[in-house]
């Protein structure tokens, strides 16, 4: 079964950083892009960034960019997102998530984990 298990959140000053990490297993890791969504309270989910398979093309939302970088190794069937610079408003729940396509639209994804919480406090 597609298993993705989300780490490393937790509370930050604005202005620091996490690294979030997502383990997967299940699946054939090294064909499938993967996502990173968020949701704040009382928000919709938002989409954060796409990795491609390779992991060699990466999106990010405009929120986002400059400031968070995706990446993954395959081998270890892993993926990350390092988060710098952060703001109050990035406090949200972070998921990472398995897509059937390399995009950003949320309709594909497949499967997500259970997320890991960032909050960013002033």
């Known amino acids: 079964a597609v298993e993705l298990v989300e780490s490393g959140g937790g509370l930050v000053q604005a202005g620091g950083s996490l690294r979030l990490s997502c383990a997967a297993s299940?699946?054939?890791?090294?064909?499938?892009?993967m996502m990173w969504v968020r949701q704040a309270p009382g928000k919709e989910l938002e989409w954060v960034a796409t990795?491609?398979?390779?992991?060699?093309?990466?999106t990010y939302a405009d929120s986002v960019r400059s400031r968070f970088t995706v990446s993954r190794d395959n081998a270890k069937k892993m993926v990350y997102l390092q988060l710098n610079s952060l703001k109050i408003e990035d406090t949200a729940m972070y998921y990472c998530?398995?897509?059937?396509?390399?995009?950003?639209?949320?309709?594909?994804?497949?499967?997500r984990g259970q997320g890991t919480q960032v909050t960013v406090s002033s």
């Open positions: 998530a398995k897509l059937f396509m390399n995009t950003r639209k949320l309709r594909a994804i497949e499967a």
């Open positions: 299940g699946f054939n890791f090294d064909e499938t892009a």
């Open positions: 990795i491609n398979s390779y992991g060699d093309s990466r």
